[in-house]
């Protein structure tokens, strides 16, 4: 594994494909086994038939031969290579890493706008105005415009961080200065709370409160950077974060501008959110309603 990993990418390389030392596996057995045949089908048939794509896997092919030279060579180290497990690992991580967190933002974005109708009513009206104004095409300007559409995003991300901590290793001597002191050493695991952080009431005043003007024009100022953190911080912070705001802001203006979403018999309230594997979810999951709009 290279030395650039993360805790998150060396439980993936070291664990998933090993059982842990009381036999447990972090995946099932049978999913384990289908990522591995796809990864490694996908690899050989690339292989053989000579077949390039401009994507990660073809990036990662080229680190497991050591033609992908990154900035390791600036230090003399060209190319550090990989094998068959890290790629599988690292395949794995980005469909869980993209997949489960995304449907976890839309679906709790989704419920609380069931649960909040003044809010859905005003994301509504943003998204007809806005749809009118570019000819009723959905384009990515369009998306990015809407600035009702990001506060809520927002807010729900803070409300709900589908990934309630971060995990770094220290690679230094530090002290936190906390009360006591933390003396902190060189191979420590540290895990950075999110989800307590965005919590807290020191940086989110009424903190269980869904308010998305905390991240108007007005209001985003007030906010330690620091203390909002979905996507992590720092040079390894999410890849996606992108993508992920633009695939969730595009589902809900397309959904919102046809339907309705609405509390039914079987919708939790409030909800009570768990974790499950590396990610903040609903107990049961989410259940809700969808009328369509009368326009
Ligand atoms: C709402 C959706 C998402 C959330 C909340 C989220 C959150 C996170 C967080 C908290 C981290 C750890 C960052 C850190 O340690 O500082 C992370 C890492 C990562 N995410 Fe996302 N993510 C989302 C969507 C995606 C998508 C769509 C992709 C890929 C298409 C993706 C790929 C990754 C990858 C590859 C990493 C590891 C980056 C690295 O170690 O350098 N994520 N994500």
């Known amino acids: 594994m290279s030395r650039h990993a993360t805790r998150r990418q060396k439980i993936l390389s070291d664990h998933f494909f090993k059982s842990l030392f009381l036999g447990i596996n972090l995946i099932p057995g049978k999913i384990t086994q289908f990522f591995k045949t796809l990864v490694l089908d996908t690899v050989a048939t690339r292989e053989r038939e000579g077949i390039i794509r401009p994507d990660l896997l073809h990036l990662l092919i080229q680190a497991k031969k050591g033609t992908l030279h990154e900035e390791d060579s600036a230090e003399g180290q060209k190319g550090a290579k990989i094998n068959d497990e890290d790629i599988i690992a690292q395949s794995l991580q980005f469909f869980l890493a993209g997949f489960d967190t995304s449907s976890t933002l839309m679906s709790f974005v989704s419920y609380l706008l069931a649960i909040h109708p003044d809010v859905q009513t005003r994301l509504q009206e943003e998204i007809d105005k806005t749809l009118k104004k570019h000819d ?30 971060v995990g770094r290793v220290c690679v230094k001597n530090y002290t936190l200065k906390s009360d006591p002191p933390l003396e902190l050493r060189p191979g420590d695991d540290i895990m950075i709370p999110v989800y307590g952080l965005q919590h807290d009431p020191n940086y989110f005043p009424d903190p269980e409160r869904f308010d998305p003007e905390r991240f108007s024009d007005d209001n985003k100022h007030n906010i330690n950077p620091m203390t909002y953190i979905p996507f992590g911080l720092g040079p390894r912070s999410c890849i ?56």
């Not at 384009?139 to 309630?164: I, N, Q, W």
Request: proline share 5%.
């Open 240 to 295: 996606g974060n992108r993508f992920a705001l633009m695939e969730t802001k595009s589902l809900l203006a397309h959904l919102l501008s046809r339907f309705s979403v609405k509390v039914i018999s079987k919708t939790p309230i409030p909800i009570k959110v768990i974790q499950k594997g590396f990610n903040v979810t609903a107990e049961g999951g989410f259940w809700l309603g969808l009328e369509k709009r009368i326009t």
């Open 136 to 165: 009723g095409k959905f384009t990515y300007e369009m998306v990015h415009s809407m600035k009702y559409l990001d506060m809520v995003v927002s807010e729900t991300l803070r409300l709900y961080p589908p990934a309630a901590a």
